[in-house]
Each structure stands twice: as structure tokens, then as C-alpha cells.
């Protein structure tokens, strides 16, 4: 039973007033969150289930011991209830601690970390993928992702990661969409910059003859770090490779982004002929 199941069978017994169907409050110690004055925990014939119910408006939140009560706080704070006492008020401003990473170290079960091990192994061996692939940060963001949507169901939801990773027809559809997102943000960052390198690299293909450039931009923001950027790989459709024609090329390339070559301060490292004929 998925969750949004599982909800509607708690709603459902709920308005029967079933008596299958109980709340409970946990045990309070000194650690314990000041939330449980505003939530129970839901009980279906005395097993208690990964859900809880907000005393006010009695809606229902997937909450487990791990998880920490920081959704249901700030559900606390936008709750409708006209209901209000003097603890209410302790969480009418969201707390800044919500937003620290916990301090506390997880012990992942050395039975989860072998699995996980055997998984990327298989998806690296069955894939033909390159071994570094598991250490790339589009990795790491793509499994954090999964590990994420995993939170929100428990541990008796038959889920087939199937319905959760996309087709391959579907990211092609989204690369194009992707690119205009990250190529307007690189234009919105190229508008503030001062300085900058670019590199370029001309070639023709051999079986078409078309020839392209390869343009990329590098630049060091002011907490010293370096930044790389691939600016594209354009069509190069301009009749020759003379000077003239490179540098007229390359400022309608970075007039795109924003960018401008400054004709009095700059440094040229390539020794070609041709392109330094064209910078300088």
C-alpha cells in the first residue's frame, strides 16, 4: 500500500470514527520536540503506523523517528486553526536551526553499504559505463534524488523504481530545456564579470567539411575560485579563417553572452599567426 493509499484508508476510518483507529501521543523526555503538543501518532489496531495527525485540522503527515519534526513545525506555523495558546507563538517565526545540515553523524549498516557497492558495480559493468562515473557530481545529485523521493514512503510501499526514473526519450526532450535554464543562468553571471580568458580551437570535419569553433570562457571569481565554462561548439560559416574574419566571429559569439574583448588591457598566448593577428 502506497502512501497516498495509505492516507485515504486513515481518512476513510476516520470519518467512520472506526475504532480500529486510535492516536496516541508519544512518551515525552527532556530531547523531546515540542511539536508532540500538536501531533499524535496514528494507531490502526494497535500498530502504530508512519503517520501522524495535527491535533488542529487533523491532516495527515508521513513522519518517522529519522526524519526529525521539521516539516510538521512548519506546518504548525501555517496551520488555520483559529485554536492559539501561548506555546503556539514559539513557532510563528521559522527557527534558524531548521535550516543546519544535522550535526549528527549517520552509521549507514554496512548490509545497505555492500548493497549499494554491488549496485554500482552492476550499473557500471551491465552499462559499459566508465568507473569514475559513480564520482561525478550529476551522479551524486541524480542518487541523492532517488534517496530522497525513497524518504517519503515507508518501508511496506511496493514502489518499482521504474515509475520513478524517466525513458531516455523523455531526458532527451528535457536537454534542450535544461540547456536554456543554465545558459540563461551563465548569461546572467558573464553580465558581472571583469576579466575573463576565452579559448578557441578551429577544425574541420573531414568527411563534411564543415568547419567549427570550439569556444570556452574561464574566469576567477573574487573568492579565488575557477571557474570553466564550455561557451559551444559553433558552426563556423564565414567564407575564410582570416584574422579579420575570426575576431568578428568570436566578439558575435560573446556578444551573446554579454561579453566584450577589451581592446586596450589583454593578453595573448597563442603563437599562431593568425590568432594573434586576431586579438591583438
Known amino acids: 500500500m502506497n502512501i497516498i493509499e495509505k492516507k485515504k484508508q486513515i481518512v476513510d476510518l476516520m470519518e467512520k470514527n472506526d475504532e480500529s483507529l486510535s492516536f496516541h501521543k508519544p512518551k515525552q523526555h527532556s530531547k523531546s520536540s515540542l511539536m508532540w503538543n500538536y501531533f499524535k501518532i496514528v494507531v490502526i489496531n494497535?500498530?502504530?503506523q508512519d503517520m501522524v495527525c495535527c491535533d488542529k485540522c487533523k491532516q495527515l503527515f508521513v513522519y518517522r523517528s529519522k526524519d526529525g519534526t521539521a516539516t510538521l513545525a512548519k506546518h504548525n506555523r501555517s496551520c488555520e486553526s483559529d485554536s492559539a495558546d501561548s506555546n503556539t507563538k514559539l513557532f510563528n517565526q521559522t527557527q534558524v536551526t531548521e535550516y543546519y545540515s544535522s550535526s549528527k553523524s549517520?552509521?549507514?549498516?554496512k548490509k545497505f553499504k555492500e548493497k549499494v557497492k554491488l549496485a554500482c558495480t552492476e550499473f557500471v559493468a551491465l552499462g559499459s559505463r566508465a568507473f569514475e562515473l559513480v564520482s561525478g557530481d550529476g551522479?551524486?545529485?541524480m542518487a541523492q534524488s532517488v534517496f530522497d523521493a525513497g524518504k517519503y514512503f515507508n518501508a511496506s510501499s511496493n514502489i518499482d523504481v521504474k515509475e520513478l526514473i524517466p525513458s531516455p526519450i523523455t531526458i532527451s526532450r528535457n536537454i534542450d530545456n535544461l540547456y536554456e535554464i543554465k545558459?540563461?543562468?551563465?548569461?546572467?553571471i558573464c553580465t558581472s564579470l571583469k576579466s575573463f580568458c576565452i579559448i578557441c580551437d578551429f577544425w574541420t570535419e573531414q568527411y563534411t567539411g564543415l568547419s567549427y569553433c570550439g569556444l570556452a570562457l574561464r574566469f576567477i571569481t573574487?573568492?579565488?575560485k575557477l571557474h570553466n565554462f564550455i561557451l559551444g561548439c559553433i558552426l563556423y560559416d564565414v567564407e575564410t579563417q582570416s584574422?579579420?574574419?575570426i575576431r568578428m566571429f568570436i566578439d558575435a559569439q560573446l556578444l551573446s553572452y554579454g561579453l566584450s574583448l577589451n581592446n586596450k588591457i589583454f593578453v595573448v598566448s597563442d603563437n599562431e599567426n593568425k590568432m594573434r593577428a586576431a586579438f591583438k
Open 46 to 48: 494497535n500498530v502504530k
Open 106 to 109: 549517520h552509521d549507514i549498516p
Open 139 to 141: 551522479f551524486f545529485k
Open 183 to 188: 545558459n540563461n543562468q551563465l548569461k546572467n
Open 222 to 224: 573574487t573568492d579565488y
Open 243 to 245: 584574422a579579420t574574419n
